[in-house]
């Protein structure tokens, strides 16, 4: 079974600085996606970012980024140039590119932003 | 705006009884996901249906029990409520069917609060 772990349940950033939220993942299947979610306190759950497995590319969207090394099974997020708004709990997700459809949630990161 | 609606945004309900959560995909999505989030269990997998036939099963009670109609709502039944069964559920959908994976977009969510 697949598992997806965050291991910062929480980080703060001052504004306008940089941080980056960490995943790591466990899968013997070597097509997948990977996720970052963002859920603020209006409780929405928001796309953020998605990398596909078998591109060697890192996603970008904007001050969003990942760092995806496929081999340590890592994918990162990175935010630059933090904004008040970014403030929320971050989940990391994967899902299967084929078969089981479900996405498999990390237990998310709660990042706070520092005026 | 994901464009995937949920009703009601809140319910509250006593114990032993039953509610019934509906959810609207986005405007040609085929593909309907149920989740739930809460706080000792994090974002689990329920259900998907895909095309009005269910397609997918996790972690969800026998208790629980879903379905897609013809115009693609879903409705997330919830009987014999349990004080563990509040939480959020959310609704997500995709456009599915194909043989890749696809994004899944959420809806806003229902609070569900048993008494």
């Known amino acids: 079974a697949q598992t997806v772990t965050q291991s910062q349940p929480e980080m703060s950033v001052q504004e306008a600085e940089t941080v980056t939220l960490s995943c790591t993942y466990d899968?013997?299947?070597?097509?997948?996606?990977l996720f970052w979610y963002k859920q603020p306190p209006s409780r929405q759950m928001i796309l953020v970012i998605r990398?596909?497995?078998?591109?060697?590319q890192n996603a970008t969207e904007n001050r969003f980024s990942v760092n995806f090394q496929k081999a340590a099974k890592s994918f990162s997020l990175k935010i630059s140039d933090s904004q008040l708004g970014d403030a929320a709990m971050y989940f990391c997700?994967?899902?299967?590119?084929?078969?089981?459809?479900?996405?498999?949630f990390g237990t998310g990161t709660r990042l706070t932003i520092i005026p | 705006d994901s464009g995937v609606t949920q009703t009601p945004k809140h319910l509250i309900t006593a114990t032993g009884q039953r509610v019934t959560l509906r959810c609207s995909p986005r405007?040609?999505?085929?593909?309907v996901y149920w989740y739930q989030q809460s706080l000792d269990q994090g974002l689990q997998f329920l259900i998907q249906?895909?095309?009005?036939?269910?397609?997918a099963k996790g972690n969800i009670l026998e208790r629980f029990s879903a379905q897609q109609f013809p115009d693609l709502h879903s409705e997330l039944n919830l009987s014999s409520l349990e004080l563990g069964d509040s939480a959020l559920y959310f609704c997500?959908?995709?456009?599915?069917?194909?043989?890749?994976?696809?994004?899944?977009?959420f809806g806003p969510g229902t609070r569900l609060t048993v008494l």
């Open positions: 405007s040609g999505d085929l593909s």
């Open positions: 899968t013997s299947e070597s097509d997948y996606y």
């Open positions: 990398q596909e497995a078998y591109k060697q």
């Open positions: 249906y895909y095309n009005g036939e269910e397609r």
């Open positions: 997700a994967y899902i299967s590119n084929f078969g089981n459809e479900k996405l498999t």
């Open positions: 997500a959908s995709s456009s599915g069917g194909g043989p890749y994976t696809d994004t899944q977009y």
